[in-house]
């Protein structure tokens, strides 16, 4: 199956894969690399990582489900990651989600990630962030944004705009 990864990357893939003793050691790596350049992840992308790895796609598709900063599908250009474990649930974090959906027009209740229409906004849950004494925090593309409220969610939407 023919997956067109541009020279430069591709070059830019090899010499990440020489940093490490086995080649195996460099999967989250590279899925990072074409995660950044084609903005999410294929199965075309896991087979040719498989290969250049001399791996299964299975072992790849596994990390992608895993790790819930690899996606499978596009996001829009402003991808908001609301947390939902614990502390930010008892900071609000369900109502800041829904907030943010019914503003944007999207379903608070479909599951998984949802994008707008016009391929600005999505909005989708994820677990912990890591900075749980800030709750409820979210994530606007890689900056996190702490003790959100939905005033302040409004405002990251205007502009995010
Ligand atoms: S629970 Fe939300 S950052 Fe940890």
């Known amino acids: 199956m023919h997956f067109p990864v541009p020279a430069a990357l591709e070059a830019e893939i090899d010499a990440l894969i020489a940093r490490y003793p086995q080649k195996r050691s460099a999967s989250v790596m590279v899925l990072h690399a074409l995660q950044d350049h084609f903005g999410h992840l294929t199965a075309e992308a896991m087979e040719w990582t498989a290969r250049k790895l001399d791996l299964q796609p ?7 489900t895993f790790y819930p900063m690899f996606r499978r599908q596009p996001v829009g250009r402003f991808h908001l990651k609301v947390c939902r474990t614990l502390s930010c649930a008892l900071a609000g974090s369900h109502a800041l989600h829904h907030h943010l959906c ?15 229409p016009d391929g600005r906004f999505t909005v ?4 912990c962030l890591a900075s749980c004494h800030t709750a409820p925090v979210l994530m606007l593309n890689d900056t996190l944004y702490e003790k959100v409220t939905p005033a302040q969610a409004d405002q990251l939407l205007r502009q995010s705009s």
């Open 58 to 64: 299975i072992n790849l598709l596994e990390l992608v």
């Open 102 to 116: 019914t503003k944007l027009g999207l379903n608070p209740e479909a599951p998984g990630p949802q994008t707008t």
């Open 124 to 127: 989708e849950f994820v677990e």
